[in-house]
């Protein structure tokens, strides 16, 4: 997809939240240009959507989403963050 126009990431974040539909809220968050998928039982797809695997992270414990650190458990603000609120 090409996105040299000034909607773009409307047209995008509506377009992800097409394909995921039966997903958002369970097991993926779409947020701008940045989605989460947090849980999949298989990496196969049908809607032919390809990732650019040097943006992509797999099999990990936690990730830093938007200001949240994020694990299977819990998910709270990063600290990092409050520090730079702070200042």
Known sequence: ???DRTNASNTFVR?????FRNCIG???VVYFDDILV????????KNQLF???DKCT???D???????IVNKNEFHVD?????VIEE
């Open 1 to 3: 997809m090409l996105f």
């Open 15 to 19: 377009f992800m939240s097409h394909v």
């Open 26 to 28: 369970k097991i993926v």
């Open 38 to 45: 947090y849980s999949f039982k298989t990496f196969e797809g």
């Open 51 to 53: 990732a650019n695997i």
């Open 58 to 60: 797999f099999c990990i």
């Open 62 to 68: 936690s990730v830093i989403f938007l200001v949240f």
């Open 79 to 83: 600290p990092d963050k409050i520090k």
